[in-house]
């Protein structure tokens, strides 16, 4: 039974990562959790600075998710290439430093100090911040600034290039397309869904920051409905993300095209998560008849060939 996973050229022990931000370092999760178990870890987004992030309450619950605007709040990559990486580093699974930046600039140095570490295997691009320079906009809502990126980090590294889209956009495969055309290796679908939740007692927001990001089994309709546009247009591997909780939750985005998929609010719930469900998904396989996960993937039967956004109408 074949569960690892090729990426440029880093062999990944199975399809299963725990996505950024909610899994810290690898090192609050208790001894209990075998991180080796897992095909990857996706680190908290690491910026040049450390940053404090947005002030609280910047969590509430919500009907089947949560809303969260933790404003990328980190030690910064210097203290995490001092404190953090040299126990990471002693897992047998892959370490994907994920990168937060208020420029392009940023986005290069860290990257380029990251880079020179033995210990970490490739790059997870969080494009899903403000754009200090240009008025604050996220970088990850303008396609011009998303080629950008991609083809200056491309310079950077011979490591696995991931760029994590939003799936606050009309069409994600537009930005797709161009993460491809510059040369990523994968990209990542979805993170967090804008959304917003009040107070009715006192009429204020939930959170301090009014709107935040929506995440957990509310939004995975969405992610998978994302995944598919962007598998339907790209031909680099989709990694998956958005509200599994279960094997079934991962099989689904495997058969919808999905060739690994990201844990995340579930680990809240359950550090171990990722691990269970990599065990799920190659019992269901074994099954199934089948000697590899790959063989799940992309086979969603439908006699619809659209994969546009739009198809519904
Ligand atoms: C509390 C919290 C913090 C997050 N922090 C980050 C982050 O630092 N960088 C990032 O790229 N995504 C971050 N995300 C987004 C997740 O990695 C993931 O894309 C999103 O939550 C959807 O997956 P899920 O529904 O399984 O949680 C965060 C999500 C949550 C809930």
Redesign the pocket.
Known sequence: MIESFKLRNVEFNNRILV????FGYGDEVPDLVDISQLGGI?T??LSMKPRDGNPNPR?TETAS??L?S?G?A?IGVHKFISDKLPTLKKHDTKVIA?I?ASSVEEYCSVLELLDAQEGVHGF?I?V?CPNVKEGGLSFGTDVTLVTRITKELRQRTNKPLII?LTPNVTHISEFARACEAEGADAV?V???VIGMAVNIHKRTPKIATTTG?L???A??PI?LAKVYETVNAVKIPVIG????VTWEDAVEFFIVGASMV?????N?INPSTGITIAHGVKEFCEKNGMDNVGSLVKTLQTNRTISIVDSWL
């Open positions: 996505a950024s931000g909610t996706m908290k987004s969590i998710g949560m969260n933790i990328l980190n994920n937060a997870e969080n899903s994590k990542s979805i993170n967090t990001g995440s957990g089994p939004v995975k992610a993300i958005g509200g599994i990201q844990i995340g609010t579930a809240f």
